[in-house]
């Protein structure tokens, strides 16, 4: 897999890690999450998209959305909402979930993080309060904000509920969500007491993210299709690696087919067929995505920009980038995140 086109587009979201927790549960629970947005103002404020997760450190867990098969998780396994749906976690299929409040998100929002809470029965507790149960289970949650721009790929390729289960791969992260926990996974404590216990959280977020996401593409099934599954293709991983490398390129398609070792018609069918839309067009979407990121990021003009993305004229660049993302540069910069 071209690793570099990978990281090129994880920088481009910017990832940042936010409120963590440190769940303990009983032997019996069920808890309803919201979509993230509903959440994304008090827990990472001004991301463009916000990602749940959560990681179980000992015990069981199920996670499920809405119309999907329940997901059973053993100890160390990941599960992400990429699109921030609301979802269901769970000791078993069936238990009837306690129903989210954001009373007790809004007061803990002003408490350092990591914060450890526990949930038995319909009972909610934090920071001292919190009591080990019997036949607990552990789990850690938290929230990723990111950057999300007109048509990131990576982000649109990602499922609804991304499962990456524990193995040799990512047996570290268990451990590194435990030291991020400080140790209070399951214990009562003045949550975030031990100094610099966020920042390791938040940082360790991040990284667990960029190594779901490699995970799940090298295990996505050989007819999967998508940008993942695009990026891992031979010869259309190539171009892409070449779209990213220099967007300001005016590539064309017997470029991009040289370089793919491909004739020219067989390249636009393999690109099609795995993208969902034809070079010109990722080329195309691919230089908006860029040139909102550089509006978003800095104070360049819209002129400078538009040559950064390869256009000759911030006229053509204004029209184009109306076409595609529905609103010209100067409103995208001036408008909150989307």
């Known amino acids: 897999m071209p690793v570099d086109t990978l990281s090129e587009v994880l920088r481009a979201i910017r990832l940042r890690g936010a409120v963590f927790y440190a769940v303990t549960v009983g032997p019996e629970w069920a808890v309803a999450a919201p979509a993230s947005a509903e959440v994304a103002a008090m827990v990472v404020p001004g991301a463009g998209r916000v990602i749940e997760y959560h990681v179980l450190l000992e015990g ?26 609301a979802h269901v976690m769970a000791s078993a299929p069936g238990v009837p979930p306690l129903p989210f ?16 809470l526990a949930i038995d029965g319909n009972n909610l507790t934090w920071g001292e309060a919190v009591r080990q149960p019997d036949g607990h289970s552990d789990i850690v949650c938290g929230f990723l904000g990111c950057d999300h721009g007109p048509f990131n790929p990576l982000l649109e390729a990602l499922p609804r509920l991304l499962h990456v289960p524990a193995d040799g791969d990512g047996a570290w992260l268990r451990q590194a969500m435990l030291q991020a926990a400080c140790g209070m996974a399951g214990h009562g404590g003045g949550g975030g007491s031990t100094p610099g216990g966020g920042a390791l959280a938040e940082r360790i977020s991040e990284t667990m993210f960029i190594d779901a996401v490699r995970r799940h593409a090298a295990r996505l099934p050989e007819h999967a299709t998508g940008w993942l599954a695009g990026l891992r293709d031979r010869q259309v ?17 017997a470029e991009l087919a040289r370089a793919a070792a491909l004739s020219r018609s067989a390249f636009c ?19 908006m995505e860029v040139a909102a990121t550089l509006l978003r990021q800095g104070p360049a003009s819209v002129a400078a920009i538009a040559f950064e993305v390869g256009y000759e004229s911030e006229a053509a660049f204004t029209r184009a980038f109306a076409r595609l993302v529905g609103m010209p540069p100067s409103r995208w910069r001036a408008a909150p995140p989307h």
């Open 237 to 253: 991983g190539r171009a892409l690696a070449l779209i990213h490398a220099d967007p300001r390129h005016p590539w064309n398609v």
């Open 101 to 116: 409040s954001m009373d007790w998100m809004r007061d803990t929002h002003a408490l350092p993080k990591p914060l450890p």
């Open 269 to 287: 069918e393999r690109f099609a067929r795995l993208l969902g839309v034809s070079p010109a067009r990722y080329l195309a979407r691919w230089r």
């Open 60 to 85: 069981t867990a199920w996670a499920s959305l809405p119309g999907q098969p329940p997901v059973r998780m053993a100890p160390g396994d990941i599960v992400m909402f990429p699109q921030g749906d």
